[in-house]
């Protein structure tokens, strides 16, 4: 047990360096007695100009109270890529509580419907974006969101429950409810799947595309890796997703 005890205490005093290097603040978003942890950053606050903003989703492993969790799984590589390319943009990293999850649906079925009302985390999450958006007069055409395994679910959900607030989506091995597919022919979404996942199934996204496909969706990219469930190394550090992303805008310039 001390062993173990050491160990935990090292891996608490790496992330909390680790995460005092991403420079974001810890803070707390309460709706009556519920609290969501989250952190935040304010990146290029001196460049002329609206914010953009972007939303991160983690996945299952990283619940919790402790608002340290959610950013590990290669969340480092999202910020290094705001800074290095000089973003003037929110990051806001909410942590989903360990008994909830962002959408409240079972990952290993092959399908799934919306549930009419989102979970009590996606709900606050909500509020939280409509706060922020308001807080530092967000670009509205620049509202960007990406998430990874429940937070990839996640990810879907919220935009199905806001199809005309996000510019774009960069979504790592989640599931979507199918029938919600014409809402979101005009997002663009990049989104990406391992052809051998054991946790969610790669027919999740297989279907989705074929639904957007179906409905007429020409902005979206269903991309399939050589992979199991863990993709988000290989798709956080390749710049080229965020490039992608971040060239999105609502109204584009003709």
Not at 31 to 52: C, F, H, M, N, T
Not at 135 to 163: H, N, Q
Request: aromatic share 10%; glycine share 8%; charged share 25%.
């Amino acid at each position: 047990m001390k062993k173990l005890f050491l160990l935990l205490g090292t891996w608490a005093a790496f992330a909390a360096g680790a995460i005092d290097d991403l420079g974001m603040t810890a803070e707390v978003f309460r709706d009556g007695a519920d609290e969501l942890p989250y952190r935040q950053a304010l990146i290029g606050e001196s460049k002329p100009g609206k914010y953009a903003l972007l939303l991160f989703l983690h996945g299952a492993g990283e619940r919790g109270n402790d608002n340290l969790k959610q950013l590990i799984n290669n969340f480092p590589d999202v910020m290094a890529y705001c800074r290095k390319h000089e973003l003037k943009i929110v990051v806001l990293a909410p942590q989903c509580p360990k008994e909830c999850r962002w959408v409240e649906v079972d990952w290993g079925r092959k399908s799934h419907t919306i549930p009419k009302k989102p979970s009590k985390p996606m709900a606050m999450l909500l509020k939280l974006l409509d706060q922020k958006c308001a807080e530092f007069a967000v670009d509205p055409d620049r509202i960007y969101v990406t998430g990874i395994s429940m937070g990839g679910y996640g990810s879907w959900d919220i935009l199905c429950r806001k199809p005309g607030l996000f510019a774009g989506a960069l979504i790592l091995c989640g599931g979507a409810d199918v029938k919600e597919a014409p809402r979101l022919t005009e997002i663009p979404i990049l989104f990406y799947h391992g052809d051998h996942d054991t946790i969610v199934p790669v027919s999740r996204s297989r279907d989705m595309a074929k639904a957007l496909q179906k409905a007429g969706g020409r902005k979206f990219e269903y991309r399939e890796i050589d992979a199991g469930h863990f993709i988000w190394i290989p798709v956080y550090r390749d710049a080229k997703n965020f490039d992608w992303l971040f060239s999105q805008k609502k109204h584009q310039e003709k």
